[in-house]
């Protein structure tokens, strides 16, 4: 008797223990989990090791440059900026914002006219705060409490805090819309599979456990280590589409186990007991793929991925674990009442010829005329991919009657994208900055730049008016008591402390666009005019090095994330399958379908096309986390099916060695639930769809369409065409191993 077998026997004797105990974790789970988004944030899209971040904290530390700010945005059709009646209604609006929490200071329009827009009908101040971007949306309450209502201005909030925010609150709405859309529809699929009420309600009880326990584990961990927000959308949708999955391959091994027993309920516990030890196994081993796939985002130190991984970790084990006991527990309990509250027959067994078979035997007549077609259509749908552009996300992500989406996008109309994501030189120089040798050779670099095309203008010390020299810089700072010029002297305490002092670059783009980003690039290569002269160290950062650095940090890091998966997941399938080349054509399949799967998000969300229909505009981009993510979702998903598959598959090789019937009859035991477990999927992730974020959307949609082509073209085609053209060699082993394989397996299996 297997540890499975025990397991399952074990569940279903404590089948009332087991539950009660399910019932107490789920009463105590329920009030954290309503919590959870409250502890989760909207930002990790940065690492503090990266230039950008490092140029960032050395101004904060040294110069006392803000952490954050966010813009309050002040438009009117008529009045215009200067006039009486505008600085009136501005003041009224604003008056309170100084004293609301966590704001530092207020930067007025009225003291700068690069705050208002060129035909006076824009204008914004700058609130600074004390939080860190992260943390920043917690100021916006504050804030929105001090703004006061007045008829003559349009007043909003733009930037990185109430872009953020609105991020949180839009999220949890998508969250809302998705669930409101997917359980109804999960429950109707599931009712038609088992054709009963009691059978179908099994899995969404179980699925529902796992992804309100798994919510609770989540505010539990966010509330020791920063958490994204994008973990919430996602904990649901693995949540509820893994636990229904498990439980939909259990609860249907449980009706064959069951009626091969004739239904007698003495027969209830040795059925539990063979399900946990066949369906139950595979689940436990299908659930370490998905979990490995999730592990390898945690070996990223961007917070949004590695809390994608943490809480895809908890949810997958709590998945695997509900599925293993609260379901045999279940399945004990109904036992030959399982099709109770019957709507429509379905046979508890397949048939050996079924229709899954006789398409496997099909396949398998014609594998090369099967393979070739098939192959060359999962390659072209990929084929988008290899223009992908990646970036990281803005304002664009949002929809547009969001209030930060609506304000930004007035601001980048009257200004410009430019000035709200600009350059940050940190520049370190040899002895203080304001020495005669530095102020020369920093008034040479800040004219070397303001020389570049694609630079509209550089602020700093020595940058306070064109029209002074470099002499007279010297002759205002080489005062012993400070530049008599308040202004000026203002400038220097802003920018300036010692041998530290910041430059800030205005351009003509906005962060994500390529020229910007190819501006960084050559500011800190150096190249030609861009060099700084002896003496100086720069370190680049702001908006566009954000940027660059966390694409050229994401892409870095991929690739042992990728060899963890890769490796780890084709050692525990080596294990299951007891098998050299099954593993390896199972990785092979399942990347097919994830490139499948990144050509559709290129096509869709960069290029723009089916935009009418998803209520989407062009992004112009793929948003770098989503590939990295889907991949480390996807990979252990699609696997999923395969393990379900190939299992059912060494069942019969095991039995009867016969290739072919184990292609065919493995296929076709697995074929109508492998089948309905991934129209659970894609029906949650497709649910995903309706959201408002593009992030959000894209996330579903990638994750459906891949599940989709794996469950259809690459298990219906693919598979048999392979199996078929490798004959014995799927089952090959060095025969060193062969012996040992089987206790390795099942030591390793055991819970």
Known sequence: MSGFDRLGRWSARRRWWIVAGWAIVLAASVPLAVRTSDELRAGGFIRQDLESARAKQLLQDEIGVPQSAVAIVLYSPTLRAGEPAFEAAALRATAGIADAPNVTGIVSHVLSTRQ?????????????????????????????????????????????????????AVSEADLRRSELISLPLAALALLFVFGSVVAASLPLAVGGAAVVTALAGIFLVASATPMSIFVLNLATLLGLGLGVDYSLL????????????????????????????????????????????????????????????IAGAIV?????????????????????????????????????????????????????????????????????????????????????????????????????????????????????????????????????????????????????????????????????????????????????????????????????????????????????????????????????????????????????????????????????????????????????????????????????????????????????????????????????YEVFLLTRMRETWDRTRDNRAAVAQGLERSGRIVTSAALIVVVVAGSFAFADIVLIKALGLGIAIAVALDATVVRALLVPATMRLLGRWNWWVPGRLAGRLPEIAEREASP
């Open 250 to 309: 259990m609860t249907s091994r449980f009706r064959e186990e069951l009626a091969a027993r004739g239904w007698q309920a003495e027969a209830v516990e040795d059925a539990v007991g063979a399900t946990v030890a066949t369906a139950g196994r595979a689940v436990f081993f299908s659930g370490l793929t998905v979990l490995l796939g999730l592990l390898g985002l945690v070996l990223f130190e961007f917070m949004i991925l590695r809390s994608v991984g």
């Open 316 to 640: 997958v084990g709590l998945a695997v674990l509900a599925a293993l006991t609260l379901l045999p527990a279940l399945l004990a309990i109904a036992g030959s009442h399982l099709d109770a509250l019957r709507v429509r027959r379905v046979r508890a067994t397949e048939a050996e010829n079924g229709p899954w078979a006789r398409l496997a035997n099909r396949v398998m007549d014609h594998p090369v005329r099967v393979l070739v077609p098939t192959l060359g259509l999962l390659l072209l749908l990929g084929t988008p991919f290899l223009g992908v552009r990646f970036n990281a996300p803005d304002s664009t992500i949002l929809p547009d009657d969001v209030p930060s989406r609506r304000a930004f996008d007035r601001l980048t109309a009257a200004f410009g994208p430019g000035p709200f994501a600009p350059i940050v030189l940190a520049i370190r120089t040899d002895g203080p900055a304001t020495t005669s040798e530095n102020l020369a050779r920093l008034y040479d670099y800040s004219r070397r730049l303001a020389a570049d095309p694609r630079i509209a203008r550089v602020d700093g010390l020595v940058d306070v008016d064109p029209r002074l020299t470099i002499s007279q810089y010297q002759l205002l700072y080489g005062n012993p008591s400070g530049p008599p010029d308040r202004f000026v002297a203002g400038t220097l305490a802003a920018t300036t402390r010692g041998d530290l002092t910041a430059f800030t670059i205005t351009t003509l783009y906005g962060p994500n666009e390529e020229p910007g980003r190819a501006l960084v690039v050559d500011l800190r290569a150096g190249n030609g005019s861009l060099a700084p002269p002896a003496g100086l160290t720069v370190l680049v950062g702001g908006g566009a090095a954000d940027v660059e650095d966390v694409v050229a940090g994401i892409a870095a890091d991929f690739p042992r994330t990728a060899v963890f998966i890769l490796v780890s997941t084709y050692l525990v399938l080596f294990l299951l399958l007891r098998s050299i080349l099954l593993p390896l054509k199972a990785i092979v399949m399942n990347t097919l379908s994830i490139a499948a799967s990144f050509g559709a998000l290129v096509w869709i969300f960069q290029e723009g096309n089916l935009s009418a229909i998803l209520g989407t505009r062009p992004l112009g981009f793929v948003e770098t986390t989503q590939p990295v993510i889907l991949f480390c979702v996807l990979f252990g998903l699609s696997m999923d």
């Open 116 to 168: 208002v827009s060129a035909d006076g009908h824009t204008a914004y101040d700058v609130v600074t705060l004390d939080l860190p971007p992260d943390d920043s949306p917690l100021a916006l309450p504050g804030i929105r409490a001090a703004l006061v209502d007045v008829p003559e201005l349009e007043v909003g909030l733009a930037g990185g805090p109430a872009f953020y925010g609105d991020v949180q």
